[in-house]
Each structure stands twice: as structure tokens, then as C-alpha cells.
């Protein structure tokens, strides 16, 4: 059974940073890509960033670009999303997700999902 497990989201002042991890398990992801999601309150669920697991090819919502990075450790099994320079709108709860379609962009591409890490930053 396939787990996607999130940590690293708090509390930061606007300019600040932040890590989420999300530790994955349950088969091998070497033909999947992950990816994270957020959904801030009232707004529906958006993507945030995107890498192919096997190529490590990234895909970056417009508003991250610069800010953000995702990366993966492979020996680990984790998924990092390094959140630089936050920004009050970037307030929500982040999501890690898994799929083997080739689309990555969209929610319903998705196969498997984490329970969400809460991010608030403070202005």
C-alpha cells in the first residue's frame, strides 16, 4: 500500500523559509512522478510543483518560479519542497502527491495523496 507522508509545515514570517518533506513508501517510485499541491481557505485545490521521479525534470506553478524548488533523495524515498521567500498567499495546506500518468499538472492526474501539512505565513 502506497503512503505518502508530509512534514516540515509551521508558522513563518513573510520572507521566511520553510522544507516540507514527504517520506513515500509502499513500491518503488522510480516511474512515478510527485508532486505538491496546496489548498488555501475558500480557493480550491491548485498545483504548486511537479518532478519526474526517474529524470528529476521539474515543473514549477507560475507564482513559485525563483522561490520554490523540489527536489527528491532517492535513497531515502522523500520528496522535498523548499519554499524560499514566503508570501502570505502562499498560506494553505500543502499536499504531496504520487502518479504514474504522464500528466502532472492537474489534481485528478493523481493516484495517492498525503493527509496535508499546514504552511501559514504571517505578514
Known amino acids: 500500500q502506497v503512503q505518502l507522508v508530509e512534514s516540515g509545515g509551521g508558522l513563518v514570517q513573510a520572507g521566511g523559509s520553510l522544507r516540507l518533506s514527504c517520506a513515500a513508501s509502499?513500491?518503488?517510485?522510480?516511474?512515478?512522478?510527485m508532486g505538491w499541491f496546496r489548498r488555501a481557505p475558500g480557493k480550491e485545490r491548485e498545483f504548486v510543483a511537479a518532478?519526474?521521479?526517474?529524470?528529476?525534470?521539474?515543473y514549477y506553478k507560475d507564482s513559485v518560479k525563483g522561490r520554490f524548488t523540489i527536489s527528491r533523495d532517492n535513497a531515502k524515498n522523500t520528496v522535498f519542497l523548499q519554499m524560499n521567500s514566503l508570501k502570505p498567499e502562499d498560506t494553505a495546506v500543502y499536499y504531496c502527491?504520487?502518479?504514474?500518468?504522464?500528466?502532472?499538472?492537474?489534481?485528478?492526474?493523481?493516484?495517492?495523496w498525503g493527509q496535508g501539512t499546514q504552511v501559514t505565513v504571517s505578514s
Open positions: 502527491a504520487a502518479t504514474m500518468n504522464s500528466g502532472v499538472l492537474l489534481a485528478t492526474q493523481y493516484n495517492y
Open positions: 518532478i519526474i521521479w526517474s529524470s528529476g525534470i521539474t
Open positions: 509502499g513500491r518503488t517510485f522510480s516511474s512515478y512522478a
